[in-house]
C-alpha cells in the first residue's frame, strides 16, 4: 500500500511518514470487529457508557496535548483546537442523553398483549472521517455508535493520521476488537464500506467522495449509509444597522477554520444600496485585519493555513476563474507565506457572472452577489444544489420566519453565524449536502434499527372468534 505523510501545514515540516492499511489489515480489522460484536452487543447500554466515560476521563487528562496535536497536524489556531476538544467531552454526555431519549425501550399495553419497541445495533460498522474536525466530527458518530452495541473500524482522514491514532490510544481500555482504527485514503475507505462485515457506513466529506461511496453502495442497500457531504451556504443580510456585528458574524461564518468548515457561508447575498455599500466597506476593513499565522504564534492568530498547498493552490486556481469571468475583488485572497497554504481571505463580487458554478470551495474565499429586494435574496439563497446551512442577518423577525420557511437546508440560523453547529440539535443537510441522515444530536438514530414487538406471556383466545372458525371443545 501507498505511503502516508502527515504534515505540518504551517511550517511544511513532516511530523509522520507511514504507510496506509494493507488489504491485510483491512482484513484483520474487519474480522476483529466482527468476533466482538456478540460480547459488546450483549453487554447492558450501562456497561457500555461505563468504557465510554473512562474515555472522556483520559480524553479530559490530555485535553491540552491533544488540542495540540490537532493544531500541528491540521493547522488550527489553539484556541480553535481547544474549542474542538471542549465539543469532544460534552459529546459523551449529549450521546447518552440522546440515546436515552430516542432508543429507550418503548411500550405501549393493548388488551393482553403489549406492544413495544426496542433498538438493536447494526454489527461492525465503517466511520470514514474528514481532516477538518478530526477527532470531533468522527467521535459524533463513534460515542453513539458505541454506545448503541456496534463495533467499528475507523479510517480517519490521511491528511490527519496522528489524530487518528492518539483517539484510538484514548479508547484502548475497550474490550479487544470493538475499535479498530486504520490509515488512508478513498481506497482504503471503499474497501471498508464494501466488506461484507461491515453494516454500516458513515461518512463526513466532500460531494464527490459521498457520491462515489453511494455509488459503489448502490448494489449494496442492506447496509446504513450516513453521509455529510457539505454545502455552498447562504449568508444573507438584510435590515441591518450595527455594520460592525454583522461583519463580525460575517467573518465568523465564513472565515472561521480559515474556511475549511462544512457550515462555512460561501455566498454573502445582500441588496443592493448605499447601507449595504457601507456594510461592505466595513467588512473589507475588518477581513484585512484578520490575524493569519501558525498555532505558535503570540498573539495567536483567528486562522491558520489551509491543510495543504494543493488545497491553496486550488482555492487561488477558482479565485482566478471568477475574476477572469466578471467578479470584482473587494479583498484579494493571497498567499502570505511563501511556499506554505497561509490564505489571507477573499471577498469576491460574482454579481455579473451569469453563470455562477455551484461548488463548495473549501477555503477562506466568500462570494458577494448583490439582489434587488428580501424575495429575490430567498431566491438566491436557494440558489444551489446543496442545501446544508444558511444564516440570515436580520432586525425583522418576519423576514426571518419568511427566511426558515422558503430556505432549503438543514440547519437555518438567525442572527448567528452559520458555523458553530450545536451537538443538541441535529446536523445534516438535503440535496448534494447529506442523505437525509442527520449527525449531531441525530446521529444516535442511524446507529442502530427499531425492532417491534407484539408479545404476551400465554397463549390466549380472542373474545370473539372469526367468521369460519370452529373450536373442538364446541363440536
Ligand atoms: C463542519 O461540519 O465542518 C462544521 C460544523 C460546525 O461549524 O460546527
Redesign the pocket.
Given at each position: 500500500m501507498s505511503d502516508l505523510v502527515s504534515i505540518n501545514p504551517a511550517t511544511g515540516d513532516i511530523l509522520w511518514k507511514g504507510k496506509a492499511s494493507t488489504p491485510d489489515e483491512i482484513c484483520a480489522a474487519l474480522h476483529v470487529a466482527s468476533q466482538a460484536f456478540e460480547a459488546w452487543s450483549n453487554l447492558r447500554v450501562d456497561t457500555r457508557v461505563q468504557f465510554i466515560k473512562q474515555f472522556q476521563t483520559k480524553l479530559l487528562e490530555k485535553r491540552e496535548s491533544f488540542a495540540e496535536l490537532i493544531s500541528k497536524e491540521v493547522g488550527k489556531p489553539l484556541w480553535e483546537s481547544l474549542q474542538e476538544v471542549e465539543a469532544m467531552v460534552e459529546k459523551v454526555k449529549i450521546s447518552i442523553e440522546a440515546y436515552d431519549e430516542r432508543c429507550s425501550l418503548k411500550k405501549h399495553l393493548k388488551g393482553m398483549t403489549t406492544i413495544s419497541t426496542a433498538y438493536k445495533p447494526h454489527g461492525p460498522c465503517a466511520i470514514l472521517g474528514p481532516f477538518?474536525?478530526p477527532g470531533h466530527?468522527p467521535l459524533g458518530q463513534i460515542i453513539p455508535a458505541l454506545i448503541a452495541g456496534n463495533t467499528l473500524v475507523f479510517k480517519g482522514s490521511e491528511q490527519a493520521p496522528l489524530v487518528g491514532f492518539k483517539l484510538t490510544e484514548l479508547l484502548e481500555d475497550l474490550p479487544s476488537g470493538v475499535f479498530n482504527y486504520l490509515t488512508g485514503a478513498k481506497d482504503v475507505g471503499h474497501a471498508l464500506a464494501i466488506s461484507p462485515y461491515i453494516k454500516g457506513v458513515f461518512f463526513t466529506g466532500s460531494y464527490q467522495g459521498g457520491k462515489e461511496l453511494a455509488k459503489a453502495l448502490g448494489p449494496l442497500p442492506n447496509k446504513i449509509l450516513a453521509l455529510e457531504m457539505g454545502g455552498n451556504n447562504p449568508l444573507v443580510i438584510s435590515s441591518i444597522e450595527d455594520h460592525e456585528t454583522a461583519a463580525y458574524l460575517t467573518i465568523a461564518s465564513s472565515f472561521l477554520t480559515s474556511g475549511q468548515?462544512?457550515?462555512c457561508a460561501r455566498r454573502l447575498i445582500l441588496s443592493e444600496g448605499k447601507q449595504e455599500d457601507e456594510f461592505l466597506k466595513v467588512l473589507s476593513h475588518m477581513i484585512d485585519m484578520i490575524q493569519i499565522g501558525p498555532y505558535t504564534q503570540d498573539p495567536e492568530p483567528y486562522m491558520g493555513p489551509l491543510i495543504s498547498n494543493k488545497s491553496a493552490d486550488w482555492a487561488l486556481d477558482v479565485q482566478k476563474q471568477l475574476l477572469s469571468s466578471g467578479g470584482i475583488s473587494l479583498n484579494l485572497m493571497k498567499r502570505t507565506r511563501n511556499k506554505l497554504p497561509f490564505l489571507s481571505c477573499g471577498l469576491i463580487d460574482v454579481t455579473d457572472i451569469s453563470d455562477r458554478k455551484d461548488e463548495e470551495v473549501f477555503a477562506p474565499l466568500l462570494k458577494v452577489i448583490r439582489v434587488k429586494n428580501f424575495k429575490e435574496a430567498i431566491k438566491e439563497a436557494n440558489n444551489t444544489e446543496y442545501g446544508l446551512c444558511a444564516s440570515l442577518l436580520s432586525a425583522n423577525a418576519k423576514e426571518f420566519e419568511l427566511f426558515f420557511n422558503q430556505v432549503n437546508a438543514g440547519v437555518i440560523n438567525w442572527n448567528v453565524p452559520s458555523?458553530?453547529?450545536s451537538s443538541l440539535a441535529p446536523?445534516g443537510g438535503i440535496g448534494k449536502s447529506g442523505n437525509y441522515h442527520p449527525s449531531g444530536y441525530y446521529a444516535t438514530d442511524y446507529c442502530s434499527y427499531p425492532v417491534a414487538s407484539i408479545t404476551t406471556a400465554s397463549l390466549f383466545l380472542p373474545k370473539t372468534l372469526p367468521p369460519g372458525i370452529t373450536l373442538l371443545v364446541n363440536t
Open positions: 477538518n474536525f466530527i468548515r462544512c457550515s458555523t458553530g453547529a446536523f
